[in-house]
């Protein structure tokens, strides 16, 4: 960024009320805690478990690390700034935050589509699944994925690299964000607002068309089951991938549709810390508690870190 006044930016946050800064720290500490927990645990059965190789989870373990890549690059540093009373970001910190949660935000969209095309491939393909979803071509798609999410920053974000401030450092939201921040810079943002739109509507169009389109096929495969339990197993795997889909389209679609310019700063708010605290906790909780491969295989792992533990108290007993 061309700026030779300012270098740090001062983030407002959640709110400015003393009363709820310990409530507020508390919550974001402990949906922090639990998103790295979950996603954490996720990757590690994903990778010790025979039964979980497979390109389902393979997917799911790259959404895990999206997930963690995401709430890590905003959350902690609000913590911080919350904890310290400081409220300054460092003008380098704050473009690398921008990049990182934009990367990690626009990635997380082309992988929920590779996922849609995971379920419609094993549900309407069942015979071919094996050969379509081979180990190769699953590695191929994630790194498209996160290829896709950063040509598709790359135009916004050099742009956004040659933004002045002259007034204004005093940014109205808890993390950096490419929105608030263009609002207070003094140069002609047209340009860069209608890449950051057709940015934004190429990945939320394409992804969710792919969807959409995934999920019409697989309905109509299920529906012509000839049996109730088929149909019920069917949708089971694919119910907590639909409910994350929903969890994120929601969000999105919440936040590019301001009811007005003085509800829009408050509404986006709330709905980032869906998208940064809350989503991140529910995702692996939707994806064990619903699945029941994951809960068998953390409930494997569980007995067989007891069993360790046990083995190590005895050998110190003797």
């Known amino acids: 960024m061309k700026n030779h006044t300012i270098t740090n930016f001062i983030l407002l946050g959640l709110t400015e009320d003393p009363r709820f800064q310990v409530p507020v720290f508390v919550f974001f500490f402990l949906t922090y805690m639990l998103s790295i927990t979950g996603n954490l645990t996720i990757i590690s059965l994903t990778l010790l478990d025979s039964h979980l190789k497979t390109p389902m989870y393979f997917f799911l373990q790259n959404f895990a690390l999206l997930e963690i890549s995401f709430t890590s690059a905003c959350i902690p540093r609000y913590l911080y ?15 690398v935050q921008v990049f990182f949660t934009d990367v990690s935000g626009v990635t ?17 393909k069942p015979l071919h699944y094996v050969t379509i979803m081979n180990s190769r071509d699953c590695r191929s798609l994630v790194i498209c994925c996160w290829m896709g999410g950063l040509f598709i920053i790359l135009p916004p974000f050099t742009q956004f690299l040659n933004l002045k401030f002259c007034d204004s450092n005093v940014i109205d939201y808890y993390f950096c964000d490419a929105s608030p921040i263009l609002k207070i810079s003094c140069s002609d943002t047209w340009l860069i607002q209608q890449l950051v739109i057709v940015s ?22 299920i529906v012509r089951f000839p049996s109730a339990q088929q149909r019920k197993r069917a949708f089971s795997t694919c119910s907590s991938h639909m409910i994350v889909v929903s969890i994120t389209y929601g969000s999105c679609i919440f936040i590019y549709i301001n009811p007005s310019a003085k509800e829009s700063v408050a509404i986006n708010k709330g709905v980032t810390v869906l998208m940064t605290s809350i989503a991140p906790v529910l995702n692996p909780f939707i994806y064990s508690l619903r699945n029941k491969q994951v809960r068998q295989a953390f409930s494997d792992s569980l007995k067989k870190i007891l069993l360790v533990f046990k083995k190590q108290k005895n050998n110190l007993n003797l």
Do not use: Q, W
């Open 108 to 124: 997380e969209f082309f992988l929920l589509a590779i996922m849609s095309y995971d379920r419609y491939v094993a549900i309407c």
């Open 200 to 221: 934004a509507v190429l990945t939320f169009i394409l992804t969710l068309l792919c969807v959409v389109l995934s999920y019409i096929y697989i309905i109509k495969t």
């Open 81 to 95: 700034n919350i904890a310290t009373g400081d409220r300054s970001i460092t003008y380098t910190f704050c473009v």
